[in-house]
């Protein structure tokens, strides 16, 4: 039973781009929605997280968008580089501290 | 600097032979766990641990032992491998607090192959 559903799988961008990867829950006990950046050989980073009394959160060219009624939460790349070419993964984290995760998706900027 | 660190980085073994992950960590965090990653089903927790003598089963626990004997110490135990056990494992660790550096960091990971 997967908990957290995250799409698409893949995403081919073009430089400058926005890329958006979506991801909705069931459990609404889950307070807190990180999102991981996973470079190939190496281990998944945390790289922005929003608590669910938020709607968004932007660092950078990085910005969460959380639904709370819908139980969805998104993420978008603003003017998206080459660099950013990795896996994406959404998380939620339960009351107990253990993180459900979401399938990944790759995502590839052409340059 | 803060790390999870795991090894080995790679192993290849044979059906049957035991062994054994190791993962370190060193930022005093109390919650820590085991994932593997297959294509198609992201991470996927094995076990976790609240504390020192604290484990639970994750979602996929068959096949694997864990223990916790140090704060900083979570081994992956796998007593008689399999090749269905082929993949690439996370140890992951983070504290159990409710501020704002909250968040899981990750080992560089271990890819097994089972042969």
């Known amino acids: 039973q997967q908990q957290v559903k995250q799409s698409p799988q893949s995403l081919i961008v073009q430089k400058g781009g926005i890329s958006i990867i979506n991801c909705a829950y069931e459990?609404?006990?889950?307070?807190?929605f990180p999102w991981y950046q996973q470079f190939p050989g190496k281990g998944p980073a945390l790289l922005i997280a929003?608590?669910?009394?938020?709607s968004e959160k932007k660092e950078g060219r990085f910005t969460i968008s959380f639904n709370k009624s819908a139980k969805q939460f998104s993420l978008h790349i603003m003017d998206s580089q080459p660099g950013d070419s990795a896996t994406y993964f959404c998380?939620?984290?339960?009351?107990?501290?253990?993180?459900?995760f979401g399938t990944g998706t790759r995502l590839k900027v052409l340059a | 600097e803060a790390q999870v660190t795991q090894n080995p980085r790679y192993l290849i073994t044979v059906t049957g032979k035991k062994l054994t992950v190791t993962c370190s960590q060193n930022m005093n965090h109390e919650y820590m766990s085991w994932y593997r990653q297959d294509p198609g089903l992201g991470l996927r927790q094995i076990y976790y641990s609240m504390n020192v003598e604290v484990t639970d089963k994750g979602d996929v626990p068959e096949g694997y032992k864990v223990s916790r004997k140090e704060k900083r110490n979570f081994p992956l135990i796998l007593e008689s491998p399999s090749p269905n056990q082929t993949s690439l494992y996370f140890c992951a660790s983070s504290p159990r607090a409710r501020g704002r550096r909250t968040e899981a960091f990750f080992g560089q990971g271990t890819r097994l192959t089972v042969v």
């Open positions: 459990n609404t006990a889950f307070d807190y």
């Open positions: 929003i608590r669910p009394d938020v």
């Open positions: 998380a939620a984290r339960e009351r107990t501290y253990k993180y459900i």
